[in-house]
Every structure is written in structure tokens, then in C-alpha cells.
């Protein structure tokens, strides 16, 4: 059940928290300071299941796939899509889609 996201008004589905995400704007490096990660090696298990306790889970819902792929541990790795946290790094292919919570 695939949805062009193009198609689809962001703001009717995270509302007024889309005035605040800033993190489109900043560098990569900058990214990776901010969640305590790095596009090398990812995050370690542990530091998936801090921010999976501390962000909730990813809120895309029906719009998202159901698995993507990322790099946990300097490992590529398919994930559950929910369980895609800040500080991630996606593997993005050519038609994938980017399952980032907004």
C-alpha cells in the first residue's frame, strides 16, 4: 500500500510541531553531534533503545514502510521501521522512501 508522499500535506499530520524542526538546515556533522552518532559506524544498540525510550517511536504510521535499513554498530542492519530513532543512519536506494518521525 504504497502512498506518494509528495501527495500528502505534512502538516495535517504532525500539526504546529512542523514550525519547530530545524534539523533539516543543519550539517551533517552537525546531525551527528547532536545525536551522538556518526555516519560510519551508527548508533550501538544501546544508545537505539535510549532514544527509542526517549523520542517514542517513529510516528509516521501508515505512510511508512514496513522495514528499513541502517547502520547500527558499523553494520547494516533491516530494522522495523517504528523502531527508526534520531541519530540513525538510513540507507537510502533508489526508490526508497525516508521513514524519518517528522
Not at 509528495?6 to 500539526?15: H, S, W
Not at 535499513?69 to 538510513?90: F, H, S, T
Request: net charge negative; charged share 30%.
Amino acid at each position: 500500500n504504497l502512498v506518494n508522499m509528495a501527495e500528502i500535506n505534512i502538516r495535517e499530520i504532525i500539526g504546529s510541531k512542523s514550525e519547530s524542526i530545524k534539523e533539516h538546515m543543519l550539517s551533517v556533522e552537525a546531525l551527528c553531534k547532536a545525536f551522538d552518532t556518526d555516519v560510519d559506524n551508527g548508533l550501538t544498540e544501546e544508545q537505539a533503545e535510549e532514544n527509542l525510550k526517549k523520542y517514542g517511536p517513529n510516528g509516521i504510521g501508515r505512510y511508512m514502510p514496513e522495514f528499513t535499513m541502517v547502520k547500527r554498530e558499523n553494520e547494516w542492519k533491516k530494522i522495523i521501521a517504528r523502531d527508526l530513532v534520531p541519530g540513525d543512519v538510513v540507507l537510502l536506494e533508489s526508490n526508497s522512501w525516508i521513514c524519518g518521525d517528522i
